[in-house]
Antibody
Framework: QVLLVESGGGVVQPGRSLRLSCAAS????????MHWVRQAPGKGLEWVAV????????YYRDSVKGRFTISRDNSKNTLHLQMNSLRAEDTAVYYC??????????????WGQGTLVTVSP | EIVMTQSPATLSVSPGERATLSCRAS??????LAWYQQKPGQSPRLLIY???TRATGIPARFSGSGSGTEFTLTISSLQSEDFAVYSC?????????FGGGTKVEFK
């Protein structure tokens, strides 16, 4: 069983930055890819970014490219999402989630409980 | 990006009845499709991947089928705990994309 616990959400003004973190436990963190998926209030799921198990491969959705950076520290079993130049449309619950493979997969088999990011003046 | 379209948006079903949910991809995704269940206030849960393979611990009443662009999730006999929102997701191409969801509600 994998446990994923997000932190770092909150209220931030447009244009400012926020860093989300996710602590993983219960499995060998360095053997699987990790994703961030978000869900705006009352809306569907929207994939944000993925990082491979070794951190060498990263992909982002177009709307966050150049603003968000996904990273991981396998020595600390943690995942991060650095979010810069935040916009109102980035307001959502952000889920840290685990892929069932190391890389180039996309099946998400474990999800954290989510952390809410609100971008508002 | 591949657009995933789910239908219907809402499905009203009585306990014990069969529920059939549809998902269509804007281009072929082979069998690279997953289904998730999400209850209010909870995180999503993986039900099906590879279009038809049940995830660990998922009851046999959940089944998936399809390939290419047309997919179906079937719940053979709805239980009270199955009332939720179901989303499909393709993983054939980046970016990963989800359908808008089908809400299965009590009739």
């Amino acid at each position: 069983q994998v446990l994923l616990v997000e932190s770092g959400g909150g209220v931030v003004q447009p244009g400012r930055s926020l860093r989300l973190s996710c602590a993983a436990s219960g499995s060998t963190f360095s053997t699987y890819g990790m994703h961030w998926v978000r869900q705006a209030p009352g809306k569907g799921l929207e994939w944000v970014a993925v990082i491979s198990c070794d951190g060498n491969n990263k992909y982002y959705r177009d709307s966050v490219k150049g603003r968000f950076t996904i990273s991981r520290d396998n020595s600390k079993n943690t995942l991060h999402l650095q979010m810069n130049s935040l916009r109102a449309e980035d307001t959502a619950v952000y889920y840290c989630s685990k892929d069932h493979k190391c890389s180039d997969a996309g099946v998400i088999d474990y999800w954290g409980q989510g952390t809410l990011v609100t971008v508002s003046p | 990006e591949i657009v995933m379209t789910q239908s219907p948006a809402t499905l009203s079903v009585s306990p014990g009845e069969r529920a059939t949910l549809s998902c269509r991809a804007s281009q072929s995704i082979s069998s690279n499709l997953a289904w998730y269940q999400q209850k209010p206030g909870q995180s999503p849960r993986l039900l099906i991947y590879g279009a038809s393979t049940r995830a660990t611990g998922i009851p046999a009443r959940f089944s998936g089928s399809g390939s290419g662009t047309e997919f179906t999730l079937t719940i053979s006999s709805l239980q009270s705990e199955d009332f939720a929102v179901y989303s499909c997701q393709q993983y054939n191409n980046w970016p990963l994309t989800f359908g808008g969801g089908t809400k299965v509600e009590f009739k």
